[in-house]
């Protein structure tokens, strides 16, 4: 079954400062790859999801980015950041038949 | 379009008592339905699917999901509470076919009290 890595598990960033989120997976090969972010006392919120090497859709319109350079690496990142983008943030796969979606441990951006 | 609505963003039991977590949901096509719980400062693990077949969906810690489509319902229950079952659940509804892009309910937080 596959694993999802993401790093670092916590992050305190200046505002204005970049960002570079990373979650890799193993055990499976050409997954459907996802970023989601949970502000505080609410639900999940997508953020970009991926079919493919290169292949990037996004959801919401914002100052992050996300890229997906090799099959089954997915990088969240942000040129400058804002207190608002401050949340917790998940990388998320889904392989094979079927729609699961299985998640990582998450990432804890702090913006100050 | 799909869309989830967990009735109660809190839900408080006793220990020993019966859980029951409600889902809705709306979808165009057949959907396949999920329940996900999430602990403190860590991700989502599922808990069951419906994709197909039986409508009663038996998971992981003693939980159990019934689809009913007449009343576009999925709701989480499990018969006698523990302290352990208190966390974050969240529905979600992804529909057969398209993008596999789930739609997730806002969540329930289960209180459970000894």
């Known amino acids: 079954s596959q694993t999802i890595h993401q790093w670092p598990a916590t992050l305190v960033q200046p505002v204005g400062s970049p960002l570079s989120l990373e979650c890799t997976v193993e055990?499976?090969?050409?997954?459907?790859l996802y970023w989601y972010r949970q502000a505080a006392g609410r639900g999940l919120q997508l953020l970009f999801y991926?079919?493919?090497?290169?292949?990037i859709s996004s959801e919401v319109p914002q100052n992050l980015s996300a890229s997906r350079p090799q099959d089954r690496q997915f990088i969240l990142s942000s040129k400058k950041l804002l207190l608002s983008d401050s949340g917790f943030y998940l990388c998320?796969?889904?392989?094979?038949?079927?729609?699961?979606?299985?998640f990582g441990e998450g990432s804890w951006l702090t913006v100050v | 379009a799909q869309s989830v609505t967990q009735l109660g963003s809190h839900v408080s039991v006793s220990e020993g008592a019966l859980v029951l977590l409600r889902c809705n949901y709306s979808?165009?096509?057949?959907?396949?339905l999920f329940w996900y719980v999430q602990y403190p400062n860590q991700g989502l693990q599922l808990l069951l699917k419906?994709?197909?077949?039986?409508?009663l969906v038996k998971g992981i810690n003693g939980f159990e999901a019934e689809f009913k489509k007449s009343e576009t319902s999925f709701h989480l229950t499990k018969p006698s509470a523990h302290m352990s079952d208190a966390a974050e659940y969240f529905c979600?509804?992804?529909?057969?076919?398209?993008?596999?892009?789930?739609?997730f309910g806002r969540g329930t937080s289960l209180i459970v009290h000894p």
């Open positions: 998320a796969c889904k392989t094979g038949p079927g729609n699961t979606i299985y």
């Open positions: 055990g499976t090969s050409n997954p459907n």
């Open positions: 991926s079919v493919g090497i290169g292949q």
């Open positions: 979808s165009s096509v057949p959907p396949y």
């Open positions: 419906y994709t197909t077949g039986a409508t």
């Open positions: 979600a509804v992804s529909e057969s076919g398209g993008s596999y892009i789930p739609t």
